[in-house]
């Protein structure tokens, strides 16, 4: 079963960077479609990113267009989060999430509909004013 891990959450200040990481043991990243979300407490669920190596897709939420670019390893079956410029309302637990490359379902119709297949358990971040 395709699981994704995630990692690289932390404490920063706000301005600050980090790295996060989704590794998906076994897959061929170029037949999946990756992405990820965000949860902070008391609001929904945010899609912020998406990579699809295979056709080259790439989807940011307006949110973070400018400060966050993702990125992928085919031969690691990792993708990358790179968060620049943090800002405190950046804290949330931010989840990994991939399915299979299809189509008819891009990254913006599989963010929009969070139609993802499996989950990580997400790793936390918090940005310190």
């Known amino acids: 079963e395709v699981q994704p891990v995630e990692s690289g959450g932390g404490l920063v200040q706000a301005g600050g960077s980090l790295r996060l990481s989704c590794t998906v043991p076994?897959?061929?990243?170029?037949?999946?479609?990756i992405a990820w979300f965000r949860q902070a407490p008391g609001k929904e669920q945010e899609g912020v990113s998406c990579?699809?190596?295979?056709?080259?897709?790439?989807y940011y939420a307006d949110s973070v267009k400018g400060r966050f670019t993702i990125s992928s390893d085919n031969a690691k079956s990792t993708v990358y989060l790179q968060i620049d410029s943090l800002k405190p309302e950046d804290t949330a637990v931010y989840y990994c999430?991939?399915?299979?490359?299809?189509?008819?379902?891009?990254?913006?119709?599989?963010?929009?509909?969070?139609?993802?297949?499996?989950w990580g358990r997400g790793t936390q971040v918090t940005v310190s004013s």
């Open positions: 999430a991939a399915d299979f490359l299809v189509p008819a379902w891009g990254c913006l119709a599989r963010v929009k509909g969070k139609t993802f297949g499996t």
């Open positions: 076994g897959v061929t990243l170029d037949d999946y479609v």
């Open positions: 990579i699809s190596s295979g056709d080259g897709q790439q």
